[in-house]
């Protein structure tokens, strides 16, 4: 069937280095993908999202790519810091239908 | 704006209990609200679509007698778990798409553990 997943169940990074949180996806219908976070004993909280028709999109030290070929969706987040631990999901969806999660990535940021 | 409030936060129920878990859009009217689950170290799972004046839609394998839905009004859904078991203790978290404009607003999540 068709599904959402990432490629690093955990990545552990120096405070003040980039993290790249890597995520594949196989329906090539999907046109909207989204990034969470989420942290212990909480709900999502939405980081940044893209749409089909856009290869790169930034905001505050965060920057999400996609490549529709290898169907490839990226987190790229600059400077990571302490308050960026917890479990960043890639969610994607077809025009409103609920969104498809991927199984989650553990970013650890070591002080 | 775009807020979703679920409510509790947390619960403990006995065995063979039936719990209740609120999910309100706020500030915006959600004709469309989402049920998820999430046992420990694994992702949200779809449960259920639920449609204001009508009937909730079921994913595959979720059991729509033991998970009642009710979205009586434009701004509240709720997940009601009959006769829970310790099986179905997880976080329940609910989701809604403000108006027409992409974009999924989540409830902070129920955490149920029955005893």
């Known amino acids: 069937g068709e599904s959402v997943g990432l490629h690093l169940p955990t990545l552990s990074v120096q405070e003040g280095d980039n993290s790249i949180i890597n995520c594949a996806y196989s329906?090539?219908?999907?046109?909207?993908f989204i990034w969470y976070k989420q942290e212990s004993g909480k709900g999502p909280q939405f980081i940044i999202d893209?749409?089909?028709?856009?290869d790169k999109r930034q905001g505050q030290r965060v920057t999400v790519l996609l490549n529709k070929t290898v169907k490839h969706l990226s987190l790229q987040i600059a400077a990571t810091q302490p308050g960026d631990s917890a479990v960043y999901f890639c969610?994607?969806?077809?025009?409103?239908?609920?969104?498809?999660f991927g199984k989650g990535t553990r970013l650890s940021v070591i002080a | 704006g775009a807020v979703v409030s679920q409510h509790p936060s947390r619960v403990i129920c006995k065995s063979g209990t039936s719990v209740k878990i609120e999910c309100r859009s706020l500030?915006?009217?959600?004709?469309?609200m989402f049920w998820y689950r999430q046992f420990p170290k694994q992702s949200l799972m779809l449960m259920a679509t639920s449609n204001e004046g009508s009937k909730a839609t079921y994913e595959q394998g979720v059991e729509k007698d033991k998970f009642l839905i009710n979205h009586a009004s434009l701004t509240l859904s709720t997940l009601t778990v009959t006769s829970a078991h310790p099986e179905d203790s997880s976080f329940y978290i609910c989701?809604?798409?403000?108006?027409?404009?992409?974009?999924?607003?989540f409830g902070s999540g129920t955490r149920l553990t029955v005893v």
């Open positions: 969610a994607e969806s077809r025009g409103n239908t609920p969104l498809v």
């Open positions: 500030d915006f009217q959600a004709t469309t």
């Open positions: 893209i749409r089909s028709n856009m």
């Open positions: 989701s809604a798409v403000p108006g027409r404009s992409y974009g999924y607003t």
């Open positions: 329906n090539s219908a999907s046109d909207y």
